[in-house]
């Protein structure tokens, strides 16, 4: 004879908040993303609205802020005030896969990438062009 498995008030406790939080975690997965990544996108642009080129200089990522040097000969901050990029507006879609992001604007599409507890930007002034990739006038290596 097998006897009734008993299940404790404790262990049915568990089993439910685990199922709760592996349910939000699911629904907020790719919806977190794009948002995470539209404020992101914002918060460079509205760096770059201000006139604050340092502060957006750190939103860029490492690779594209030292392109950006690179290709200038200057720090980041003149260099991306040099490049004039178009006032964005707020986001009007944000796309993301995985770790990057692509988010479309009024006057800008910006791409991003997530690094370590926050979203990047690794391309900034980019249009599309038919049948080929964006042109973008700030853009890593």
Avoid at 106 to 115: E, I, V
Wanted: one cysteine or more; aromatic letters at 4%.
């Amino acid at each position: 004879m097998t006897r009734p498995h008993h299940t404790s008030p404790r262990s049915l406790r568990t089993v439910v908040l685990c199922a709760v939080v592996l349910a939000l975690a699911g629904c907020g997965g790719p919806a977190a993303r794009e948002d995470a990544a539209a404020r992101a996108g914002s918060a460079f642009e509205e760096a770059l609205a201000v006139g604050d080129h340092a502060r957006a200089c750190t939103m860029l990522a490492p690779s594209t802020r030292e392109q950006l040097e690179q290709d200038k000969q200057q720090g980041c901050a003149r260099a991306l005030a040099g490049e004039e990029l178009p006032r964005a507006g707020r986001p009007q879609s944000v796309d993301a896969y995985g770790r990057q992001a692509m988010v479309r604007m009024a006057g800008d599409t910006l791409f991003l990438s997530q690094f370590t507890g926050a979203w990047k930007v690794v391309a900034a002034g980019c249009t599309p062009r038919p049948d080929q990739p964006y042109q973008c006038r700030v853009k890593g290596a």
